[in-house]
């Protein structure tokens, strides 16, 4: 999976529930699992525990899609796959 194909996934959720229902989420494609992140407290950097969740979750080095918000109208999508990364910002429309 891609990085833009999980962020589309993520927009029909944010879709749903409006962008401050949104929680961190993580995808692990080859074991069809997702996984999602509550009660990050406000001072914690949102993305450096997600990323460090995502990875604490990862059974050694398989492929993962974690999306995480920024602010009201972005998120970003890192995929992490054969030890590199890409990753992505992306807007919520009429956030």
Same mark, same amino acid.
């Given at each position: 999976? =891609?990085?833009?194909? %999980?962020? @589309?996934?993520?927009?029909?959720?944010?879709?749903a $529930?409006? #962008? /401050?229902t949104?929680? =961190?989420?993580?995808l %692990?494609? @080859?074991?069809d699992?997702?996984?999602?992140?509550e $009660?990050? #407290? /406000?001072?914690?950097?949102?993305?450096?525990?997600?990323?460090?969740?995502?990875?604490?979750?990862?059974?050694g080095?398989?492929?993962?899609?974690?999306?995480?918000?920024?602010?009201?109208?972005?998120?970003?999508?890192?995929?992490?796959?054969?030890?590199g990364?890409?990753?992505?910002?992306?807007?919520?429309?009429?956030?």
């Amino acid at each position: 999976m =891609t990085d833009q194909e %999980f962020a @589309e996934i993520t927009l029909r959720v944010i879709a749903a $529930g409006g #962008p /401050e229902t949104h929680i =961190t989420t993580v995808l %692990f494609p @080859e074991r069809d699992h997702l996984a999602a992140l509550e $009660g990050i #407290p /406000e001072n914690v950097d949102v993305e450096r525990a997600s990323r460090t969740w995502a990875h604490e979750k990862a059974q050694g080095a398989e492929e993962y899609l974690i999306a995480f918000t920024i602010d009201q109208t972005h998120f970003k999508v890192v995929r992490h796959f054969g030890g590199g990364f890409e990753e992505g910002m992306f807007e919520v429309p009429d956030a």
